[in-house]
C-alpha cells in the first residue's frame, strides 16, 4: 500500500537550491511524526531531519543543519525538505518516513519510494 510519495527530485549545480516534497494519507499525517532520509551511492542510509506531529519542534542531522529546513503543510498533508548551497556529496535518492515516536533513533514505520537528487560540480 503507497501512503508516502516523494516528489521534486532532479539534477542541480552545486550551490543551487531545491524542494522536495512527500505526499502522505490523512491518516499517516495526523497520527505520525514525519522525517527526512538519503542514501548515496554506495553508503548507509543517513538520518536528515524530522519533525513533531504534535509541536512542529524540528530535529536536524548536522552535516545539513543551516542548509536544509524540513516543514509540513496540514492542509495538503505533505511534508517538505527545503535543500539550500546544495554540494556534490548531497547526491542521493532521498525517502520520506514516518514514525510513532519522535526523533532520529525512532521507529519508522512506513517508507516512500524515494526521489532521485544529484547535484553536479
Known amino acids: 500500500q503507497v501512503l508516502l510519495v516523494e516528489s521534486g527530485g532532479r539534477e542541480v549545480q552545486a550551490g543551487g537550491s531545491l524542494r522536495l516534497s512527500c505526499v502522505a494519507s490523512?491518516?499517516?499525517?495526523?497520527?505520525?511524526?514525519l522525517g527526512w532520509f538519503r542514501q548515496g551511492p554506495g553508503k548507509e542510509r543517513e538520518f536528515l531531519a524530522t519533525i513533531s506531529k504534535i509541536t512542529g519542534r524540528t530535529v536536524y542531522e548536522d552535516s545539513v543543519k543551516g542548509r536544509f529546513i524540513i516543514s509540513r503543510d496540514r492542509a495538503q498533508n505533505t511534508l517538505y525538505l527545503q535543500m539550500n548551497n546544495l554540494k556534490p556529496e548531497d547526491t542521493a535518492v532521498y525517502f520520506c518516513?514516518?514514525?510513532?515516536?519522535?526523533?532520529?533513533?525512532?521507529?519508522?514505520?512506513?517508507w516512500g519510494q524515494g526521489t532521485q537528487v544529484t547535484v553536479s560540480s
Open positions: 518516513a514516518a514514525s510513532l515516536e519522535f526523533g532520529r533513533a525512532a521507529k519508522y514505520d512506513y
Open positions: 490523512g491518516r499517516i499525517f495526523t497520527m505520525y511524526n
